[in-house]
C-alpha cells in the first residue's frame, strides 16, 4: 500500500537560517505529492502540491522538488520566519486508485526562534 | 466562505458514552473526508463519501465507529461507547472531486474522554 515517510518528528531552529523537511514515499502508481501545514488551533492548509509536468511548485518561499527516482519530496526554504512555525505534512494522492483518501505522513513540528 | 465547519470544537465525554461530531463542508464539493489526529500516528484517514454516498470507510474501526451524510450540507460521525484511546482531533474535510485536488480542512474537534 501507499506511504509516506517524513524523518523528523521535530526541527527547531533560528529566525533566518535554511529549513529542510524531509518526505519520501512509497506508492504503487506515480502519484501526486503535497504538502500541508496546520498553525496551532488551525486547520491543515494546502502549502504546495507537484505538477505533473515536474515544475517545482513554490509558495511563502517554499519550495519542493518532487524525485521519482529517490521517491522523494523535500520541503526547502531559504530562510525560516517566526511565522513558519507549525506542523507540516507531507502526503500523496495516488493517481489511478480513486477508492483512496489522501496518505499523510507523521508530520514534523517546526519551531522557528529569534 | 466559511471553509468547513466543525462542531462542537471540543467534546468531553465520560468513558462508555456516546460522542456526535458534525461537520458542513463547503458548499459544491462532492467529496467529504474524515481523519483522526494523534501525535503518534499523525493524520489517519477513517472513511469518505462522495455526493453524500459512503465510498470507502476502510479507516473505521469496525465497532463503535459510523459515520453519516443524510444531506450535502452535513457529515457525522457517531462514536459509541467512547474509549480513552479515542481520545483525538477529529479533521472533516471537502474536496470539487477525488484525488488530486485540493483538500480543504476544518478546525477540527477535540474529542477527550475521561
Known amino acids: 500500500g501507499d506511504s509516506v515517510t517524513q524523518t523528523e518528528g521535530l526541527v527547531t531552529l533560528t529566525e533566518g537560517l535554511p529549513v529542510m523537511l524531509n518526505c519520501t514515499y512509497q506508492s504503487t502508481y506515480s502519484p501526486f505529492l503535497f504538502w500541508y501545514v496546520q498553525h496551532l488551533n488551525e486547520a491543515p492548509k494546502l502549502l504546495l502540491k507537484s505538477f505533473t509536468d515536474n515544475k517545482r511548485p513554490e509558495h511563502q518561499g517554499f519550495h519542493a522538488t518532487l524525485h521519482k527516482s529517490s521517491s522523494s519530496f523535500h520541503l526547502q526554504k531559504s530562510s525560516a520566519q517566526l511565522s513558519d512555525s507549525a506542523l507540516y505534512y507531507c502526503a500523496l494522492s495516488d493517481r489511478c486508485n480513486y477508492a483512496q483518501g489522501l496518505t499523510f505522513g507523521l508530520g514534523t513540528r517546526v519551531s522557528v526562534f529569534p | 466562505n466559511a471553509g468547513v465547519i466543525q462542531t462542537p470544537r471540543h467534546k468531553v465525554t465520560g468513558k462508555g458514552q456516546e460522542a456526535t461530531l458534525w461537520c458542513e463542508p463547503i458548499s459544491g464539493h462532492s467529496a467529504v473526508f474524515w481523519y483522526r489526529q494523534t501525535i503518534v500516528q499523525g493524520l489517519e484517514f477513517l472513511t469518505y463519501f462522495r455526493n453524500q454516498a459512503p465510498i470507502d470507510d476502510s479507516g473505521m474501526p469496525k465497532e463503535r465507529f459510523s459515520a453519516q451524510m443524510p444531506n450535502q450540507s452535513h457529515s457525522t460521525l457517531k462514536i459509541q461507547s467512547t474509549q480513552p484511546q479515542d481520545s483525538a482531533v477529529y479533521l472533516c474535510?471537502?474536496?470539487?472531486?477525488?484525488?488530486?485536488?485540493?483538500?480543504?480542512f476544518g478546525k477540527g474537534t477535540r474529542l477527550t474522554v475521561v
Open positions: 474535510a471537502s474536496s470539487l472531486e477525488r484525488g488530486h485536488t485540493e483538500v480543504f
